[in-house]
């Protein structure tokens, strides 16, 4: 038999594969979503030797895409955002290591090296590190005010820093960046009663992931929620006054007035400890659809990871709570030696006012914009769908306002490949029941 | 507190005491429940937190509102007592509530 690398490779691998799970140490570094989940799937599906979860933040896993609606809004407490409750990691012998930062990964010696010395040994090594915000090199940006949204800790700064206080005006908050982050911030800042000014050097909010309909929707929506925007708009610098910052310059030198800058303007993997040891990287942890790098004893999930895209054949990075859950149950799926799970379309969803922003699939190899409804912004009507079209009328992405049965029938449609009737799929009157069938 | 007992796809029943105020859907994420993925968190957004309830309890449970029924209606396996686990609030009405969840949430 001619044996090449592929198979030496897929060998290895199938020799990872856990036999006497119960000598197998998994160590998860990141305790967020993606590694939260990991380790309860690995239980679920039967593993039963030791697993170590170590998270950086000093709390266990919990949800962050509240952090921006529900939780800055004050409409969730502490403990509804934890995703299990303390109990549950020692009712089910995962080790919580907490407020524990990994330094280094040693391969040769199969370690994790913690801030501090102690070096913790693996046999099995999930990386679900996450992302970082951008930071953007602005005169100012270690001003106290500015602040970021990644972690509860961030958000409880922002909720502090937007309060009404008992007398006098309410906050103003000036937003860098018109990404979604921004926009949900913007949205939930006006529902505490603060100003929001929204900063976006693009002509339009949402340009690197919106269509123009789309973007304009948003904007006119915000507006009439009270927000205002400055688009096209360079930044100079954040200005203080003794550390404090006070306001947003402009390129060309107006002044943004504020009490707390939010910098939304992307995030960066978390994968330095994987690209110090040699692993393959690219702004993501390079693995295959079981989640593992090219080192059969080391998984990559959640944001920090950069994957393939059966969809879309291409590889690419996911921020969403579904991307964590699916490389999770991939990863856990094959340390078990389970059937993999069925590929999901990506999906991505947002909440500001009374708006559920729903999307399904990436606008990749798409040439054609077809919007089903009118995207008019009136208060309480507004429900619509833009779809992403092939040449030939195949849905590769769907955004969905109010708009549940097209996000549905668009997730089925991007599954199946089925071509639509643009007519048809245009026309409110006809169901997308119909559509899809 | 009140006793939902959640059965899975093969018939396994696991009683679980869920504090009253949480979602069904969040009484299984929060004890481990296979069978519940809960993609969104509970937003209503995603139809991954599918379960069929006892049909004995229907009435208890109340009826989906209109986006949970467009959700459902495109959901794998519906059933006339299909609902979604994150939209059922538990009170002290459903101490005792059965739900049993589908083969896959995909």
Request: some cysteine.
């Amino acid at each position: 038999m001619h044996v090449n690398d592929a198979d030496v490779l897929k060998a290895a691998k199938r020799e990872m594969r856990v036999s006497d799970p119960t000598l197998v140490h998994i160590v998860i570094v990141g305790a967020g979503h993606a590694g939260g989940a990991v380790a309860a799937f690995l239980r679920q599906y039967g593993f039963a030797g030791p697993i170590t979860l170590i998270g950086e933040e000093p709390i266990p896993p919990y949800q962050r895409p509240p952090l921006s609606k529900a939780w800055l809004k004050g409409e969730a407490d502490a403990e509804s955002l934890m995703l299990r409750p303390d109990s549950f990691y020692a009712e089910n012998a995962i080790a919580l290591r907490l407020d524990t930062r990994v330094e280094r990964l040693d391969r040769g010696a199969k370690t994790v090296v913690l801030h501090g010395g102690e070096a913790i040994s693996y046999d099995i090594l999930i990386l679900a590190t996450g992302r970082r915000a951008r930071r953007i090199p602005l005169p100012g940006i270690d001003l106290n005010g500015v602040l970021e949204l990644r972690t509860a800790a961030d958000a409880d700064r922002l909720k502090a820093a937007l309060s009404r206080p008992q007398s006098g005006p309410g906050k103003r908050l000036a937003v860098i960046g018109g990404g979604y982050i921004g926009l949900e911030a913007a949205a939930s800042a006006r529902a505490l009663g603060a100003e929001a000014v929204v900063i976006e050097k693009e002509p339009r909010v949402l340009a690197r992931v919106a269509c123009e309909a789309l973007s304009t929707f948003f904007q006119d929506y915000h507006r009439q929620h009270g927000v205002i925007f400055e688009l096209g708009a360079g930044v100079e610098a954040i200005e203080g006054e003794n550390g404090q910052a006070v306001g947003v310059r402009l390129t060309g030198g107006r002044l943004i007035e504020a009490d707390a800058v939010l910098v939304g303007v992307g995030a960066v993997a978390n994968d330095e400890l994987a690209k110090d040891a040699g692993l393959e990287c690219d702004n993501g942890i390079l693995v295959d659809l079981a989640a593992q790098t090219a080192d059969p004893a080391i998984y990559a999930i959640g944001d920090c990871s950069r994957r393939p895209l059966p969809h879309y054949e291409r590889i690419g990075h996911l921020e969403s709570v579904p991307n964590a859950l699916e490389q999770a149950k991939q990863a856990a799926a094959h340390i078990t030696g389970r059937a993999p799970p069925p590929h999901e379309v990506p999906w991505f969803w947002s909440d500001q006012y009374d708006l559920k922003l729903q999307i399904a699939g990436l606008p990749h190899d798409a040439t054609q914009i077809l919007i089903r409804g009118e995207p008019t912004a009136v208060q309480g009507a507004a429900r619509f769908a833009v779809f992403h079209l092939t040449a030939d009328n195949r849905v590769q992405a769907v955004e969905a306002i109010n708009a549940a049965p097209e996000f549905m029938a668009g997730r089925q449609l991007i599954t199946s490949r089925k071509p639509v009737a643009p007519d048809k799929l245009r026309d409110m009157s006809v169901s997308m029941k119909e559509v899809a069938a | 507190m009140a006793k939902i007992i959640y059965i899975d796809h093969a018939g396994t029943e696991r009683p679980i005491e869920v504090k009253t105020g949480l979602t069904v859907m969040e009484g299984a994420i929060k004890h481990n429940v296979p069978g519940i993925d809960a993609d969104c968190g509970g937003a209503c957004a995603c139809a991954t937190c599918h379960v069929y309830v006892d049909p004995d309890w229907m009435d208890k449970v109340g009826s989906a509102s209109a986006m949970e029924e467009s959700m459902l209606d495109f959901a794998e396996g519906v059933q006339p007592n299909s609902r979604l686990s994150c939209q059922i609030k538990v009170t002290d009405a459903l101490d005792g509530l059965k739900v049993t969840t589908p083969e896959s949430q995909h």
